[in-house]
């Protein structure tokens, strides 16, 4: 699930990436073009709550940006609730999100 909220300053989006605890993992990265497809940078974290997998990030307001989730370093996944997909090069597609 992706949500978001646009931050008081009116330029920025607080998007926030949440997959359930039913997913099997040691570690979720969230990967994508606006960190340069870094498969270390952003580790989302398990909530001790209900064991779904999250991480929020503030973004510029406006824009499109490509990503995947990188379960335990091996395995792409995409977004079931991305605003839409585009294929990339590899003959997959890249969830996309809109801020």
């Not at 940078?41 to 991480?55: A, D, K, T």
């Not at 379960?71 to 995409?78: E, F, L, P």
Request: proline share 5%; net charge negative.
């Amino acid at each position: 699930m992706i949500s978001k909220e646009p931050l008081p300053d009116g330029e920025n989006v607080r998007v926030t990436f949440e997959l359930p605890s039913s997913l099997w993992a040691e570690r979720v990265n969230l990967v994508g073009d606006f960190n340069g497809w870094d498969t270390v940078r952003h580790e989302m974290v398990q909530s001790r709550s209900n064991g779904n997998w999250r991480i929020s990030l503030v973004l510029p307001k406006g824009q499109e940006y490509q990503f995947r989730y990188l379960i335990n370093g091996r395995d792409w996944h995409n977004d079931w609730h991305a605003d839409k997909y585009v294929p990339n090069r590899y003959g997959s597609d890249n969830s996309v999100f809109c801020t």
